[in-house]
C-alpha cells in the first residue's frame, strides 16, 4: 500500500450480537465469528506495516451482560489465546492486554498470561488487547494516583501536565491512534480511549464485526489517506 500509513490504528468491533440475530443464532456465536475477524485484521495489518493495531474486545460496561454471554466472551478469549499463540508468536506479533485484567476469572487470567508471554518478542505488529477496560474509569483512576502521590509529598501539583497525566493512565505507554474504525454503523465512543482519541480520524463502517475482512481495513486506511490532519492548526502553506 502506498501513501502515508496510519501508525496506530484502533477498532470498536461492534455488532457480533445483530450478526448472529440476523441469522436466527444466539449472540455467542457471533462471538465466535468475531475471533476469525480479528485473524482477518491482525493479517492486514501485517500485510500494510501498520505498526500498532488496539481492538477493544471487554468493556468495563460489558460486566452488566447476561453470565452466559461473559461466559461465552471468556470461553472466546481462552480460545483465542490457545489457537493464536503460535501463530502469533510466528509472524512476529507482540501481544499486550490492557483493561482491569484482575477482574478476569482464573482460566482467563492463565490464558492471558500464556499469550503474552509467548509473543513477547515479536517485533512486526504490536497488538494491544483492550479487555475489561473503560476509558473514564482509566481517568479516574489516574486523577486518584497522582492526587495520592501528591499528597505523599511525591509530585508537586504545579508538575502536573500532560505527560504526567498520561504517564499515570493504565494505557499510559500507548500512542494515540491516528485511525479509529467502528463496525456496524454506531456512532459513538462508547467509553474507549477517551484521553488518545482528541485528534484521532474517525471511520465508521456499516459491515457488522463477524463480517470485517482485511479488505475492510484496506478501505478505512484508503479513506484514512484522503484526509488532511491538521490538530487544530491551519493549512500549511
Ligand atoms: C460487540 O458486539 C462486541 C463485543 C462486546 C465483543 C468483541 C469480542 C470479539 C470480537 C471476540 C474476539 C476477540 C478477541 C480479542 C479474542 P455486540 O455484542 O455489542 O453486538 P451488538 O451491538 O450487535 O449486540
Known amino acids: ?103 478476569l476469572d482464573a482460566p482467563s487470567r492463565d490464558a492471558v498470561r500464556r499469550i503474552v508471554e509467548a509473543t513477547r518478542d515479536g517485533d512486526a505488529l504490536l497488538l494491544n488487547l483492550m479487555i475489561s477496560y473503560g476509558a473514564r474509569e482509566e481517568i479516574v483512576g489516574a486523577a486518584r494516583a497522582l492526587a495520592e502521590a501528591a499528597r505523599a509529598g511525591l509530585l508537586e501539583t504545579d508538575s502536573i501536565d500532560e505527560g504526567t497525566f498520561r504517564s499515570a493512565l493504565l494505557t499510559g505507554s500507548v500512542p494515540d491512534p491516528d485511525l479509529l474504525i467502528r463496525t456496524s454503523g454506531e456512532m459513538r465512543i462508547s467509553n474507549f480511549m477517551l484521553w488518545h482519541l482528541a485528534y484521532t480520524e474517525l471511520y465508521v463502517t456499516p459491515v457488522l464485526w463477524p463480517d470485517f475482512t482485511r479488505d475492510d481495513l484496506f478501505a478505512a486506511i484508503l479513506d484514512y489517506q484522503r484526509r488532511e490532519r491538521r490538530f487544530g492548526r491551519v493549512t500549511a502553506g
Request: glycine residues 12%; charged residues 25%; proline residues 3%.
Open 1 to 103: 500500500m502506498t501513501g502515508h500509513l496510519p501508525r496506530h490504528v484502533a477498532v470498536i468491533m461492534d455488532g457480533n450480537g445483530r450478526w448472529a440475530g440476523q441469522r436466527n443464532l444466539p449472540r455467542r456465536v457471533g462471538h465466535w465469528e468475531g475471533m476469525k475477524a480479528v485473524r482477518e485484521a491482525v493479517e492486514g495489518a501485517l500485510e500494510t506495516g501498520v505498526g500498532i493495531l488496539t481492538l477493544y474486545a471487554f468493556s468495563t460496561q460489558n460486566w452488566s451482560r447476561p453470565a452466559e454471554e461473559i461466559e461465552a466472551l471468556m470461553g472466546v478469549l481462552q480460545s483465542f489465546a490457545e489457537r493464536e499463540r503460535r501463530n502469533l508468536a510466528r509472524e512476529g506479533v507482540r501481544v499486550r492486554v490492557l483493561g482491569e485484567v484482575e477482574r
